[in-house]
């Protein structure tokens, strides 16, 4: 039985490298290729793990890129669920650009999912999710899966008793209306949900505190970037300063963040402190090259005291 269960939907196998230059036409000669398991409760479980904390990572792959995931997930121990599909489980590239210090990074689609390929998700979390305390669902819909997916998490995590944490954007998170613990989206996918510009922090915290009202979820942890993040609950809105880091690569830093949060909670911190836990994995994670995530030491120094 584990304390902590993802769902990662539509996961990844992230490649990235390097190169002198993205031009067109021409090869672009990329250096030694790195390859980790992707999709953000992927990445939630794995910096969970990274923490010293306990969680299973549930997801549905296949095709040969699905295999590796598994070959990825084993080599580091990460404990993970894989629901075989059909298609096949998508690659996403990240070129780091030497001359310039930008990055590019290509998204692919995922595979679409049948019917009873999610039921088959959503069967396999009901049965982990009894005894776990946490839920956590992070990343994108696949085609195939109906928008309203992350309300039947909701609703299965209330069932199994274990609180439901939610990091998505768009239509995905739109369709979630009810029995949400905590919710962290960007700012800019709190915009895009509400459909305002909101640009203040009394607009952003009124966004939030209505979207509680309304039932959606206890908690929203809204993150600003470099501009650090707002925690609001019925009874308070706090904004929490950004650690300052040299930037290498932001991929992973809300999955960072998002998993730090949950280690926390589980770890009986207070949502504050578990909150700024999480700017402190999200912060490590942006030192950190192409797809790595953060590394527990640098969580450490940036938190400011040992998580053990
Ligand atoms: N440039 C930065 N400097 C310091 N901290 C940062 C920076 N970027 C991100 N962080 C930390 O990581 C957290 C998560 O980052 P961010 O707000 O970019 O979320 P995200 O989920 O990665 O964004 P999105 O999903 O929109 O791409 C922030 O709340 C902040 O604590
Ligand atoms: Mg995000």
């Not at 939907?9 to 990235?16: F, K, R, T, Y």
């Not at 008793?161 to 905590?182: H, I, K, M, Q």
Request: charged fraction near 20%.
């Amino acid at each position: 039985m584990t304390q902590v269960v993802t769902l990662t939907m539509n996961p990844a196998l992230d490649i990235a490298t390097s190169a002198d230059k993205v031009m067109p036409t021409d090869k672009i000669r990329c250096g030694t290729p790195r390859y980790d398991p992707g999709g953000g409760g992927i990445n939630v479980a794995r910096v969970i793990r990274t923490l010293g904390g306990d969680a299973l990572a549930v997801f549905p792959a296949g095709g040969a890129s699905g295999q590796a995931l598994d070959a990825l997930l084993d080599r580091e121990h990460t404990l993970y669920c894989r629901v075989p599909i059909a298609g096949v489980t998508r690659e996403n590239f990240t070129v780091d650009e030497r001359q310039s210090g930008q990055q590019f990074r290509f998204v692919l689609p995922g595979p679409a999912l049948g019917e009873e390929e999610w039921r088959a998700c959503l069967g396999r979390l009901a049965r982990l999710a009894e005894g776990a305390r946490f839920v956590v669902a992070s990343g994108s819909l696949p085609p195939g899966v109906p928008a309203d997916f992350f309300q039947q998490v909701s609703d299965l995590a209330r069932k199994a008793g274990a609180r439901f944490v939610l990091d998505t954007s768009g239509e995905a998170l739109r369709e979630t209306r009810t029995g949400v613990y905590l919710l962290k989206p960007s700012l800019r996918e709190l915009r895009e949900w509400v459909g305002q510009e909101l640009a203040t922090e009394a607009e952003q915290i009124t966004a939030a505190r209505s979207l509680i009202a309304q039932g959606v979820g206890e908690i929203m942890v809204v993150s600003l970037g470099a501009k650090g993040a707002l925690l609001v609950t019925a009874g308070e809105a706090v904004r929490l300063d950004p650690i300052a880091v040299p930037v290498r690569s932001a991929v992973g830093a809300g999955d960072s963040m998002v998993g730090a949060i949950v280690f926390g909670l589980t770890r009986g911190f207070s949502l504050r402190e578990a909150v700024r836990l999480g700017m402190a994995a999200g912060a490590a994670t942006l030192m950190t090259p192409g797809t790595e995530l953060c590394r527990r030491d640098d969580v450490e120094r940036l938190y400011g005291a040992p998580i053990a």
